[in-house]
Nanobody
Framework: QGQLVESGGGLVQPGGSLRLSCAAS????????MRWYRQAPGKQRELVAT???????NYADSVKGRFTISRDNAKNTVYLQMNNLKPEDTAVYYC???????????????WGLGTQVTVSS
C-alpha cells in the first residue's frame, strides 16, 4: 500500500524521447506534491521537476523546455515526458511523493526504486 513503481526507462539516442510513469499502488485517497529526481553515476541526486496537488509545475534549469511533468489524479500517477534527450540526461530517475494518504494513514517522503535512462548513440 502506497508504494511507487516507475516504468518507461531505457536506452535512447541523443535527440530522442522517453516517457516515464510512476504509479502509487493501493487504496490511495490523497496525494500531495509529486516530484522526479535523478542521480547520475558519481553525482548527487538532483530534483528534476515538481508538480503540486494544484497542478503547478517547476523544473530544473537543465531540463526546462525539454521535459514536461504531468499527473493523473484518478490513477495516482505522475509522468515525465522527456524530449530532445542529451547524454547528460543519463541517470537513474526516481519519483517521490512528499505525502500521501492510504485510507486513513498518511505516509511521508515516499520513493520509488528508480528507472534507468541512458542516452547514447
Amino acid at each position: 500500500q502506497g508504494q511507487l513503481v516507475e516504468s518507461g526507462g531505457g536506452l535512447v539516442q541523443p535527440g530522442g524521447s522517453l516517457r516515464l510513469s510512476c504509479a502509487a499502488s493501493g487504496s490511495i485517497f490523497e496525494v500531495n506534491d509529486m516530484r522526479w529526481y535523478r542521480q547520475a553515476p558519481g553525482k548527487q541526486r538532483e530534483l528534476v521537476a515538481t508538480i503540486t496537488s494544484g497542478g503547478t509545475t517547476n523544473y530544473a534549469d537543465s531540463v526546462k523546455g525539454r521535459f514536461t511533468i504531468s499527473r493523473d489524479n484518478a490513477k495516482n500517477t505522475v509522468y515525465l515526458q522527456m524530449n530532445n534527450l542529451k547524454p547528460e540526461d543519463t541517470a537513474v530517475y526516481y519519483c517521490n511523493i512528499d505525502k500521501l494518504r492510504v485510507v486513513w494513514t498518511w505516509k511521508y517522503d515516499v520513493w520509488g526504486l528508480g528507472t534507468q535512462v541512458t542516452v547514447s548513440s
